[in-house]
């Protein structure tokens, strides 16, 4: 059974910094390239960073290219995103998944609100 | 902001047939997979349709997905109540050097 467990999320300061885990079981994690998508209160569904298999590359959405960076460790079988100068506007729920791909899992998402 | 475009709403009776439209550009759905999503209240989306037009399996025959140019549709048939959700539609965009880009999503309501 594929499992996907994000973790991290909180209440941070505008210009904090936050780092969200995501823990994946079930599939060969290695081989799949992964991604964070977030989705604001009430809003649409946006995608944030993906990176490939063996973290070799890596891709940003305009809003966060700068201050957040995502990364992996795949003898961990887990996925990480490291936020800072956090702003408002970055208060969502963030999913970490399998995107792009085959079919995809998702997990059920960290909750990240900054505010003051 | 959404690079692919849906309509912001749809809706139809039990057993009536709705289709959700995606328009794109020649950067994501000319040139990528288009995926499908399903996401009901205070859920994590789901996966109806990846690779354009293929069901993940435990997804109903009920949903199908095409792709044509720059668009894609996803496509209810047999509506039933609880296909009442917010749906997606997602591709990769090779501008930019690369990004994920999703549909600015269509509520689907069974009347």
């Known amino acids: 059974e594929v499992q996907v467990l994000e973790s991290g999320g909180g209440l941070v300061q505008p210009g904090g910094s936050l780092r969200l885990s995501c823990a994946v079981s079930?599939?060969?994690?290695?081989?799949?390239?992964m991604s964070w998508v977030r989705q604001a209160p009430g809003k649409g569904l946006e995608w944030v960073s993906a990176i490939s298999g063996t973290g070799a590359s890596t891709f940003y959405a305009d809003s966060v290219k700068g201050r957040f960076t995502i990364s992996r460790d795949n003898s961990k079988n887990t996925l990480y995103l490291q936020m800072n100068s956090l702003r408002a506007e970055d208060t969502a729920v963030y999913y970490c998944a399998n995107t792009f791909g085959g079919p995809d899992y998702w997990g059920q998402g960290t909750l990240v609100t900054v505010s003051s | 902001q959404s690079v692919l475009t849906q309509p912001p709403s749809a809706s139809g009776t039990p057993g009536q047939r709705v289709t959700i439209s995606c328009s794109g550009s020649?950067?994501?759905?000319?040139?990528?997979?288009v995926y499908w999503y399903q996401q009901l209240p205070g859920t994590a989306p789901k996966l109806l349709i990846y690779?354009?037009?293929q069901r993940p399996s435990g997804v109903p025959d009920r949903f199908s997905g095409s792709k044509s140019g720059t668009s894609a549709s996803l496509a209810i048939s047999g509506l039933r109540s609880e296909d009442e959700a917010d749906y997606y539609c997602?591709?990769?965009?090779?501008?930019?050097?690369?990004?994920?880009?999703f549909g600015t999503g269509t509520k689907v309501t069974v009347l």
């Open positions: 997602a591709a990769w965009d090779d501008s930019l050097s690369g990004r994920g880009v």
């Open positions: 020649s950067s994501n759905i000319g040139s990528n997979y």
């Open positions: 079930g599939f060969t994690f290695s081989t799949y390239a």
């Open positions: 690779r354009n037009n």
